[in-house]
């Protein structure tokens, strides 16, 4: 029988990039990686990059204790269906060979690139705005570690 998903977390904000424009999220269940462009909702937020959700809460540092309540809550399915209807990606865990995670530098982006079975890529850029929010690089790699430990390759 196979296990129910559950939701790992999300990594979301405008030092994310898919495509031309700025502002991308990322949701992490136990079977798949789901991409969304978000441009227009981090604008509403006031341009907030990097607002970062993980379930594991002792990796939580001090001032993202108020994700916590939020967390607890859960994932339910009707919040699943609302990103499922904006989603421009969708990565099943099986269709993954492997990823890399590239830190950025203060002038080059880095990256998170989905090293596909099938020989594709899909890439997505880590803007230098990341290098604003401590701990944002760290707590990616902590998603994409619970993600799919056996084959991320972290280069920092």
């Known amino acids: 029988m196979e296990e129910e998903e ?9 030092a994310l ?6 502002g991308y999220a990322l949701y992490a269940t136990t079977r ?3 991409g969304v462009k978000e441009r227009r909702d981090i604008l509403l ?8 959700n993980i379930v594991y809460q002792h990796e939580m540092k001090k001032h993202d204790q108020q994700l916590e309540s939020e967390m ?10 609302k990103i499922l209807e904006k989603r421009d990606l969708e990565i099943r865990k099986e269709m993954i060979k492997s990823i890399q995670l590239k830190k950025n530098g203060s002038l080059m982006p880095g990256h998170i690139k989905f090293l ?3 020989g594709n890529e899909v890439e997505i850029k880590i803007l230098s705005e990341a290098n604003r929010h401590p ?8 998603l994409l570690q ?11």
């Open 6 to 14: 559950k939701y790992l977390g999300d990594v979301r904000g405008s």
């Open 17 to 22: 990039k898919k495509g031309l424009l700025e």
């Open 32 to 34: 798949r990686i789901i």
């Open 45 to 52: 937020e006031g341009g907030k990059p990097g607002l970062i």
């Open 72 to 81: 607890e809550k859960g994932f339910d399915n009707e919040q699943m269906k």
């Open 116 to 118: 596909l079975k099938s």
């Open 135 to 142: 701990g944002f690089f760290q707590r990616l790699g902590d």
């Open 146 to 156: 619970a993600f799919f430990p056996e084959g991320l390759e972290i280069q920092e």
